[in-house]
């Protein structure tokens, strides 16, 4: 019973473009969300996070955008880089201070294309 | 000068064989994880310790054993190794009042 689903294993976008990366929850509880990139052989490593007093977080060419009543975030990309190119993992807690109940998704492969 | 470092990065071995991973943060956090990433690449996280004390332990079979000798190092280790237990194992540490976790880069296990 996954309580974080990624649906899309894959996604490919040409550079230049806009990546949106998908993520589902089912636990209302969640309160708290992370984004975290990661590259082969190497550890995740965080992106952006988004707290549920909020619908949208902002951070250079990375957006969070957060629908509650959805259960729905996404990760938006904008223009997406060659260097982008790696899994996004989504991940959910029920608090900001809740490291210790990160529930994190399969992972979205993006491959962003010269 | 790497953060959270984790060694060995690869571990191949035989079932029922004993082995051990280690980790070490060099961040100051307080509390310290291990995660496994199973074939479908979910991380689940198996144990959490904070200031050297187990927090959390989720449904881990016994044969896996933490020990933090100190809060910078956490160490796994894993009795009569079973085909099962094949997957990257991730360390990861947090720092009080923050939502990040560092994670080191992995140790991948296949037990033959």
């Known amino acids: 019973d996954q309580q974080v689903k990624q649906n899309s294993p894959s996604l490919s976008v040409q550079e230049g473009r806009i990546s949106i990366l998908n993520c589902d929850y089912t636990?209302?509880?969640?309160?708290?969300f992370l984004w975290y990139k990661k590259y082969p052989a190497e550890g995740p490593t965080f992106l952006i996070s988004?707290?549920?007093?909020?619908d949208k977080n902002e951070d250079g060419r990375f957006t969070v955008f957060l629908n509650k009543s959805a259960k729905h975030l996404s990760l938006h990309i904008v223009p997406s880089q060659p260097g982008d190119s790696a899994v996004y993992f989504c991940a959910a807690s029920p608090n900001y201070n809740a490291g210790n109940m990160l529930t994190f998704g399969g992972g979205t492969r993006l491959m962003v294309k010269p | 000068d790497t953060a959270v470092s984790q060694t060995p990065k690869y571990l191949v071995t035989q079932m029922g064989n004993d082995k051990s991973i280690k980790c070490e943060q060099n961040?100051?956090?307080?509390?310290m994880y291990w995660y496994k990433q199973d074939s479908k690449k979910f991380l689940k996280i198996m144990f959490s310790?904070?200031?050297?004390?187990?927090?959390i332990n989720e449904t881990v079979p016994n044969r896996f054993s933490p020990k933090s000798p100190d809060k910078a190092h956490l160490n796994l280790h894993i009795n009569s190794l079973e085909l099962g237990d094949s997957a990257v194992y991730f360390c990861?540490?947090?720092?009080?009042?923050?939502?990040?976790?560092?994670f080191g880069s992995g140790t991948q296990l296949s037990v033959l």
């Open positions: 961040l100051g956090h307080d509390t």
């Open positions: 310790y904070n200031n050297k004390e187990l927090i």
């Open positions: 988004i707290s549920s007093i909020k």
């Open positions: 990861a540490s947090r720092g009080s009042g923050g939502e990040k976790l560092f």
């Open positions: 636990n209302s509880m969640f309160d708290y």
